[in-house]
């Protein structure tokens, strides 16, 4: 039996006694989520959290020695599954239902891009690293379509998304697509992989625009809620 596939069968969540769940909370978060269903697993959750400026524009001039004031920032938080021998996802969230506004799964793909760019030039900066294919992947969790419901969308690949259905078995969903990215990349990423995860670790905070300041989920919230449906 593989490791993808004894997290198929589900987990047993009474260990974490009934404090922590709370039947009436409608929504819960990824990092809460991710928290309780990845205990016991080869997987872990953390962020990276990244500023944003953002741009105004002002008609106001500048008088003569007068600096201009920073543009202020939006803090962001760049989710991560990560498994020593098995690999490294980023996690992107769609909200909504097909056809609603909020329905935009490709823009999170191209977030999600982008990011990858961002974490893999700060990890190539250390000639360790340089020349090597990472065999980072991606993820998108689609909170509210079920698989059955979800149509076909362009340049996203069907086995890279985990549906609301899907998401109470998230654990073995996130190991299969692990293992999807690292096949299609043709890497090992057991032979490198606890490496790289510490590499992503130490990635420290640094000016606007770059990554840094990794949590963990006891970093973010006390205790995680979950509504019963998911447990």
């Not at 106001?60 to 543009?71: A, K």
């Not at 498994?83 to 969230?93: D, K, N, S, Y």
């Not at 000639?127 to 996203?156: F, H, K, M, N, Q």
């Not at 990349?185 to 032979?191: Q, R």
């Amino acid at each position: 039996m593989s490791s993808s596939d004894s997290l198929c069968g589900g987990t047993d969540d009474s260990s974490w006694g009934d404090e922590i769940w709370h039947d009436d909370c409608g929504r819960f978060t990824l990092a809460q989520l991710l928290w309780v269903k990845l205990r016991d697993t080869d997987m872990s959750y953390g962020q990276l959290r990244y500023p944003v400026e953002i741009r105004r524009e002002s008609h106001r001039p500048t008088r003569p020695g007068q600096s201009r004031r920073p543009n202020p920032a939006w803090i962001h938080e760049l989710e991560l599954v990560m498994a020593p021998r098995r690999g490294i996802l980023l996690i992107g969230e769609v909200y909504g239902r097909p056809n609603d506004a909020l329905w935009n799964p490709k823009r999170v793909l191209d977030e999600l891009r982008q990011l990858r760019s961002l974490m893999l030039e700060r990890i190539l900066q250390d000639p360790a690293w340089r020349g090597r294919e990472l065999g980072v992947g991606y993820a998108i969790v689609v909170r509210d379509t079920e698989r059955s419901d979800l149509p076909a969308i362009a340049a996203i690949d069907p086995l890279s998304l985990i549906t609301r259905d899907e998401l109470p078995h998230v654990a073995c969903r996130l190991s299969d697509i692990m293992d999807y990215h690292a096949a299609s990349a043709g890497i090992d990423f057991a032979s490198f992989g606890a490496a790289l995860i510490d590499a992503v670790r130490d990635i420290g905070a640094d000016s606007y625009g770059q990554l840094g300041d990794f949590l963990v989920p006891e970093d973010i919230y006390d205790a995680p809620e979950l509504p019963t449906w998911l447990r």
